[in-house]
């Protein structure tokens, strides 16, 4: 169990207050928009001329030539812990990601931003009485940070039917992670441990969509997506310290292990649906290496800090989502708002004592709500509510409810004007 009981919960400022965040690199980060972020993160099939998908590089090559596309997103949640017979809630909101796209020569789109990739945050303590005395063992742990990247992104419509691309990332961050022990008994010493590393390193996405057209009005659409895996380059410092609660000298050490992290490979493909502009369907399945990699943890004694192997797990996931706009080019409003759903399930990256962490369901749904004034009628603000359960025997189970928003501005910034 990650604790007897939980003591509370911090709200978090890095997009988690979760308890599993301190385990591998994080939680790992929802990585779309919020247009997809309403269908539970489908997209590996999916291209619009008004949208950016960050999900499919080839996705890039399908934005509309006199556009700029600009897109911004936030969310804030609301979660409840269960453990035992116990709960508590916490919240915490999250400034998430802006991407850009815009066409660069005709048949290949760029695309910039900056998005979440692994989010740490967490605060928590339980107690426990010593057996046949009178004391009792406090534990706390704390953690925060994670890490973000920043792409630059090509989609290059090769053939009619074929579009490839690529996303180029610069992958940073840090986290730092904290354990106290300490006893009511005034003569036992304070241990903590201070766990910590900065990761300054890169990420390569590769994309492919194959479009055929079925009949008139209806396109199918094949995706895939590949990332190399590779280690980061980044140490893993632990600091070990003692304080003596008699004499109130304390004793520290910093054991260090190189080149502790790696990316896994990870390998997507999916399929969408289009019917006309008023219907759209995906079906994704992504899978993430994780069991192939090994991390640095205690072996058994404070003085060994090593890598281990079987601390990770591979990572499958299955996204289901769809997109209904009743008549796009109605005079009626709600006739033109984007009706969006969706469902996952995933499977845990992560071991917890040596068994699987948590799965995890969700399931999302959302408006795409045009933006009408005397100067644009080709943005969008993009509003959804996803529910979020990640459960494993035995450990603590998490409900989230999130509400996310996204704006995604739509500027003619390209357009020829003509003066008479």
Request: charged content about 15%.
């Amino acid at each position: 169990m990650i604790a007897a009981a939980l003591g509370g919960v911090a709200m978090a400022q890095s997009g988690t207050n979760s308890p599993y965040s301190q385990y591998g690199l994080g939680v790992l980060a929802d990585q779309s928009q919020g247009f997809n972020r309403a269908m539970c993160g489908v997209g590996q099939g999916l291209r619009y001329s008004n949208q950016v998908n960050y999900l499919n590089p080839a996705s890039y090559s399908s934005v509309d030539s006199l556009t700029m596309l600009v897109d911004v997103g936030m969310s804030g949640q609301v979660t409840n812990f269960k453990e035992g017979g116990k709960r508590i809630n916490a919240n915490n909101a999250d400034f998430e990601y802006v991407t850009a796209a815009f066409r660069m020569f005709p048949g290949i789109g760029m695309s910039v931003g900056v998005l979440p990739f692994t989010n740490v945050g967490y605060n928590y303590s339980y107690s426990e009485p010593i057996a046949g005395t009178r004391t009792s063992t406090t534990n706390t742990f704390h953690g925060s940070g994670g890490l973000r990247q920043a792409y630059l992104g090509v989609g290059w419509q090769v053939l009619p039917q074929l579009s490839v691309g690529m996303n180029m990332s610069y992958l940073w961050g840090t986290y730092d992670k904290y354990i106290s022990i300490s006893n009511s008994d005034n003569y036992v010493n304070t241990v903590t441990r201070n766990y910590s590393t900065t990761v300054n390193s890169y990420r390569i996405d590769f994309g492919a969509q194959w479009q055929q057209l079925l009949q008139a009005g209806d396109v199918l659409t094949l995706g895939a997506t590949y990332t190399p895996g590779h280690q980061l380059g980044a140490d893993a410092n632990m600091t070990l310290t003692s304080l003596d609660k008699t004499s109130g000298e304390s004793k520290s050490s910093t054991l260090t292990v190189g080149d502790a992290f790696a990316l896994p490979t990870m390998v997507g493909v999916g399929i969408a649906w289009q019917h006309g502009s008023k219907l759209t369907l995906g079906l994704d399945y992504s899978l993430q290496q994780w069991g192939k990699i090994d991390m640095p943890e205690m072996a058994g004694n404070e003085n060994a800090y090593i890598k281990k192997s079987g601390l990770l797990c591979d990572r499958h996931r299955i996204v289901v989502g769809g997109q209904w706009i009743p008549n796009p080019v109605s005079r009626r409003y709600y006739n033109r708002i984007n009706y969006r759903f969706g469902v996952s399930y995933a499977t845990p990256y992560v071991k917890v004592n040596g068994i699987d962490g948590p799965k995890e369901y969700t399931v999302s749904a959302g408006f795409g709500f045009p933006i009408v004034n005397g100067w644009n009628n080709r943005s969008m603000l993009n509003i959804s509510g996803q529910w979020v359960r990640s459960s494993a025997k035995e450990l603590i189970t998490e409900n989230t409810f999130r509400i996310n928003i996204g704006l995604t501005f739509n500027e003619r910034w390209f357009m020829k004007w003509k003066v008479k």
